[in-house]
């Protein structure tokens, strides 16, 4: 089984950027590819899925909200996937989880309960944008 550990969040002001990494690791992964989805939730709100990377080269899915401030990368020889968050917005104050789904689910990244979808998940960091 694929293990996740989320990192990098913490505390900024509005207007300010982060950047989260999701290091994978495990046998499955090693053997086939994974997509690596980012989701945030915020106290007493529901899951919100944020970004999706295929894990196969292809184009990576984002949420509304986010397209134009939200990227992602990899490194693939580290098992990581970055997610570099841009001009943060106190509503998006939330913790942030990745998990994993098979590749094609990605395409299905913002259909109703795609959360539904991931299996593992890490554990989540927590991200605060004050102001």
């Known amino acids: 089984e694929v293990q996740l550990v989320e990192s990098g969040g913490g505390l900024v002001q509005a207007g300010e950027s982060l950047t989260l990494s999701c290091e994978a690791s495990?046998?499955?992964?090693?053997?086939?590819?994974?997509?690596i989805g980012w989701f945030r939730q915020a106290p007493g709100k529901e899951r919100e899925g944020v970004a999706c990377f295929p894990g196969r080269g292809d184009t990576s899915y984002y949420a509304d909200s986010v397209k134009g401030r939200f990227t992602l990368s990899s490194d693939s020889a580290k098992n990581i996937v970055y997610l570099h968050m841009n001009s943060l917005k106190p509503e998006e104050t939330a913790i942030y989880y990745c998990a994993t789904a098979l590749p094609v689910l990605c395409s299905y990244f913002f259909t109703p309960r795609a959360y539904r979808l991931f299996g593992s998940w890490g554990q989540g960091t927590q991200v605060t944008v004050s102001s």
């Open positions: 495990g046998s499955t992964f090693n053997n086939s590819p994974i997509a």
